[in-house]
């Protein structure tokens, strides 16, 4: 994720500047507070820094609560016919019904009612059995029928919880575990896209994304920083990811959230919200709310008109296939029993199982289950080496991890595969190698990936020394030139030893067999 | 002679030979020609009907029809979408829209080898009663140039020309003065069954979800159904034989598979059934002829030996205000769309799209549409959605109870007036507005609406002014058969005589033998369910 959005910073932050949009006043009090522009500054707002108020003797709380918009994977729209696609040409994917021809009636699509019922299930939601469609209306270009038809008055998923951790204390690696409980999810549809031409004063529609499907997922103001927010979209991703229910690329506008963010003291009411709309990364997310923009507040807001959809009759979800009518074809029905026979491992439980299967630490197994790919990343190089999982992980964690991010590169485009890391790996079992040579190896590897780690090594002559005549010669040497440190070690002061070590690998180039070293240097010294 | 052939006859004679879907096909066009001062016909497609009649022809030449239907002209109201013709709905807003696929009634016909003659006039988006505002003129009650209206009130047809009853006017007065077979309307509070009643057709609504509204321009989505009108019950039975059933590009129709209506039975026995008459259909305003035709039809029952019992629907007094709110509701949704966007009318006003909006809506709506949509959006406002629309829908399901109660109580169907009145002269209904005139047209029609029951609107006589009067029988939902049946009855009993056209004598030539009016062919071993 974090990968994928590099790219694209700076086009977003424009659009998120723009489209801002400042919400009714929540109460009498209106809150004032300076806020930076987001992406003009690269610190970051953190859970226990609460934002600052100039002047301000008292600390501002944030609350935070989200809308995220998933788009539905599914091959259809969520009333016609007419394909989901990204980037294919403009107004190529458009039904006589996304294009609200009079007289067109909305069809709903099964597979997006499935993908409701599975991902409420997944959040432990309450499945309404029975849900009803509304029309909201507005008057938009690219909103063609003049309404959207959603679920208001009673969607199909209530009451659920999302369990989300992110990495805190001060050190950046304490597993924090928290939940947001998760109002609603409701099924509506999405709308088209205006581009507008201000050289040619033009405004341009494209329907393609018209009447694709969305699940509305509504959460509680349950957190309070954007670091939090982030972490719990990113979950929810995941989660949505496993299902299958939604790509979750933000890039691709497939997962949009909104945040309303709203800032008070301890003890007073909350202040002014502000809605940020259309987040499109998680990095973009965590700032967005952090910074936020200085409060403007308008006027309210005309509040878009709701009524029943009177085309579409409830919508029924059936707890086993003997409930549902004997006229409707199976086929035609959403059964909530094999929605729920056919969930997936979900990342909480994915983690669980890293973290027993291979004895890691829990931190270990939310890195590796956070990262696209990282887990089967992870457990191929389990398979194919003698080293230990609890080894690898530090490999793949820490030294792997490290050089991706370092290179904004995702596990899919490492250079470095696991069969490569997993020969590396069985090199320094064996004793072939040190385990300092091989992080030099793998700086090889990655730089050269056309080689393998015995022929970096062959070619480098970085195979371990393990000729004890050398080896003693070398360590004699070194503890000839350095009389002080012996006396010290002599003295009592066994830390030194470390340091004669590190001189005698130095000599080596890092090959020699430490084990080895340790003996003959504890032997000269003693 | 033709004017005196109810469609099934056309369409024996068809079957015999005696005159072919081609010639047929002409002497309608013909027809429609010479009553052009009716207008009926927003749109007459007569290139394609000719080719559609030559394909009939030549298939039953081969012996090969594809039913009963085949080779037979029908005209269609004119908020249907129709492939590749013009469907405007009376709209300056449509007036050039040509919609790229077909409605599912249309489609269902043109499979079956009917003959679309056209589209026909209405209320503009079918909002109103009497098929005067439409952006194409009004429709001229066909009746207005009969001899009996002219003798009896000594009128002047050009000056005096009496209303064709709305929305679906043109659909009416099509099928009245012979232009087509058979035709559809729209029904959403009455539409076709007061033109029905005025122009003296049979107009029947079925069950709401019986019939699919895909295709269907809409008012009010939740009344909405396709109307049928046809010059006997029987042959409105056998249209909505070929119309009824499942759709799924209407999630609102049935699945269940609907009753066939190959044909209505005539010997059942009236004491089986139970015949309502509801007394809050009583009301000010009925006219004493209209009054008296009702009841010499419940008389007719009695004696007959149905079992007629005076019944009450207590909310129905309320039922006129609710629709008045749900529908202007819905208007202001559905009209949303016309944005000038996608299709239909565009106004020149380029300033900004908001700019572009006000124009194209004002230019393409007349001052009704407006006005519905205005008071709609009122009723949808946040703070007015529960005084106004969650109102009306609770007084909706009241309408309903009422209904159910007494169709629960055993009574089979109820008997009331369709409309008020004959037909009013066009000077004299223009003096009230819309508004006003559709709460007095629709009160007898639109609780059937509101309940989404099956009505059907039977011709019993002509006024004292040579004008027909209609009689409306109510059903429990999805009883179209058994309503109908009842309706065929008082059809045979009460011998309403259509208009008879007077034509040259080119168009004498069509010699076909007049069938018995009684068939002998249907089924007679069919009981009415109760």
Redesign the interface.
Known sequence: MAASSAGIGTLLCKNINKQIEIFYPTNRRYTWCVIRRICTSISRFRCQGQIKRKSAPKELVGVVGLEVHAQIQSITKLFSGSQVRFQAPPNSLVS?FD??????????NRRCVEAAVMTGLALDCVINRKSLFD?K?Y?Y?DL????QITQQRRPIAVDGTLTYSHLGGTRRNTLITKSVRIKQIQLEQDSGKSLHDDRR?Q?L?DLNRAGVGLMELVMEPDMSCGEEAAAAVRELQLILQALGTCQGHMDEGQLRVDANVSVHRPGDPWGVRTEVKNINSGRNLARAIGYTTKLHCSGPVR?P???PE????PLIVYDRPSTAPP??HPSQVVVLEEVRAGLPELPRARRTRLVESYDILPEHSFTLVNEDGLTDYFEAVVKETKAGPRKVIGWVNQVLLGLLHHHSLSVSQSPVTPQMLAQLLNLQENGQISSSVAKQVFQELWRAPGKTAQQIIQEQDLGIVSNTTEIHRICQKVVDSHPDQVQAIRGGNKKVLNKLMGLVQKETKGRADPVLVRSILEEKTS | FIQRLLRIEVSLALKEGRISPTELCRKCLNRIKKTHHLNAYITVSEELALKQAHEAESRLSKGVSKGPLDGIPFAVKDN??TENIKTT?ASNM?KD?T???N?TVVQKLLDQGAVLMGKTNLDEFAMGSGSTDSAFGPVRNPWSYEAAYREKSGADPDADWVIAGGSSGGSAAAVASLTSFFSLGSDTGGSTRNPGALCGVVALKPTYGLVS??????L???MDVPGIITRSVHDAATVLGVLQGHD?????TV??HPTPLTGLPDDFDPRNIRVGIPKEYHGPGLSQETLAQWSRVADMFEQAGFQVEQVSLPHTQHSIVCYHVLCH??VA?N?????G???GHRSDV?SS??AM?AATRHGGFNDVVRGRILSG?YF???QN?EHY?VKAQQVRRLINEDFRRVFGSGVDVLLTPTTLSDAMRHTDFVQEDNRTRSAQEDIFTQPANMAGLPAVSVPTALSSRGLPIGLQLIGPAFQDRSLLTVAQWIEQKVGFAPIRYHGDAGEGEIRVDVLPSTPTVWEKNYLIPC
């Open positions: 006589f294009a609200s021809l009079p007289g067109t009636l909305p069809v709903l029309r209306h008057f270009a063609p029928a003049g309404y004063g405004t529609i509040q008109e709701f009524m009177p085309n579409l009759p006229c409707v | 249907f979408c709905c449509l829209y919609p790229p696929y409605a509204r895909h295709g269907l321009i809409p009010v989505n939740s799924v590009k209407d999630s609102t699945t269940d509701a819905e949704s009209m949303a769309r016309f944005d966007l996608e299709y380029s799209t908001e909006y959006n949808l406002l946040k959605y629309f």
